[in-house]
C-alpha cells in the first residue's frame, strides 16, 4: 500500500521559476523524507524531517510538514533545467519500513 | 567507492525461467531492501532485511525469493510463479535514509 500521495502528478516550469510539489500521508510518522530519480536511475536522498519539525532547509530546497493535516511540501526555488526529475515523499512509521508515494515528475524548460 | 552495486543493469527472460538480481554493499549497513518500480510508479516493497540470516516480506513479495547470507549481499530472485516480473527493481539499504542502487531493469520476452 502506498503511505504518499504526490500533487501534483506532473509539473512543467520555466527556468528560474519555483516549483511546489506536496504529499500527503494516512499513519502517523517519525519523520518524512524526499527522493530525487532521474530518468532510469536509482533514488537519491534530498532532504528529511522529523515528526517534530516544521520547516526545513537545504540549499534551494524548504520542506514543510503539518502533521496536523498529514501532509507536507516541498519548494525548489530557482529552479534549473538540471532539476527535471521525479520526485518522491516517503514516510518512515518506524520498523524499518519506509513507504513511497506515485511521484512527482518535474520538467523544467530552459 | 562506497555504495551499493545492481547487476545486470538489464535482463531479459523468457517466460517460465527463474532470474537472480544482484546487490552488493560496502556501506556496512545492517538493513538492505528490495524494491519494484513501474512506469510512471512509485516503488514498492518486495522484501527487506534487517540482520544476516533474517528478511521479510514486504508488501508484493509473491513469486519473488531472497537469501541474506552474508551483510553486503542481498539477492533477489525472481521466479516463474510471478506473472509481471517486467520492471525495474531497485535496491537499497537504511541508515537513517534509504541509499539506492542504480537499479536492474528486467523484460521478459
Known amino acids: 500500500s502506498q503511505q504518499g500521495e504526490e500533487d501534483p502528478q506532473a509539473l512543467s516550469i520555466q527556468e528560474g521559476e519555483n516549483a511546489t510539489m506536496n504529499c500527503s500521508y494516512k499513519t502517523s510518522i517519525n519523520n518524512l523524507q524526499w527522493y530525487r530519480q532521474n530518468s532510469g536511475r536509482g533514488l537519491v536522498h534530498l532532504i528529511l524531517i522529523r515528526s517534530n519539525e516544521r520547516e526545513k532547509h537545504s540549499g534551494r530546497l524548504r520542506v514543510t510538514l503539518d502533521t496536523s493535516k498529514k501532509s507536507s511540501s516541498l519548494l525548489i526555488t530557482a529552479s534549473r533545467a538540471a532539476d527535471t526529475a521525479s520526485y518522491f515523499c516517503?514516510?518512515?512509521?518506524?520498523?524499518?519500513?519506509?513507504?513511497f508515494g506515485a511521484g512527482t515528475r518535474l520538467f523544467v524548460k530552459a | 567507492d562506497g555504495g551499493i552495486t545492481q547487476s545486470p543493469k538489464y535482463l531479459f527472460r523468457k517466460e517460465g525461467q527463474n532470474v537472480t538480481l544482484s546487490c552488493e554493499q560496502n556501506?556496512?549497513?545492517?538493513?538492505m531492501y528490495w524494491y519494484r518500480q513501474d512506469p510512471g510508479q512509485g516503488l514498492r516493497l518486495i522484501y527487506y532485511s534487517q540482520i544476516v540470516n533474517d528478511f521479510q516480506k514486504g508488501d508484493i513479495a509473491e513469486g519473488y525469493s531472497v537469501s541474506r547470507e552474508k551483510k553486503e549481499s542481498f539477492p533477489l530472485t525472481v521466479t516463474s510463479a510471478q506473472k509481471n516480473p517486467t520492471a525495474f527493481y531497485l535496491c537499497?539499504?537504511?541508515?537513517?535514509?534509504?541509499?539506492f542502487g542504480e537499479g536492474s531493469r528486467l523484460t521478459v520476452l
Open positions: 556501506l556496512n549497513h545492517d538493513a
Open positions: 537499497a539499504t537504511h541508515s537513517g535514509e534509504l541509499f
Open positions: 516517503a514516510t518512515d512509521a518506524g520498523g524499518f519500513k519506509t513507504i
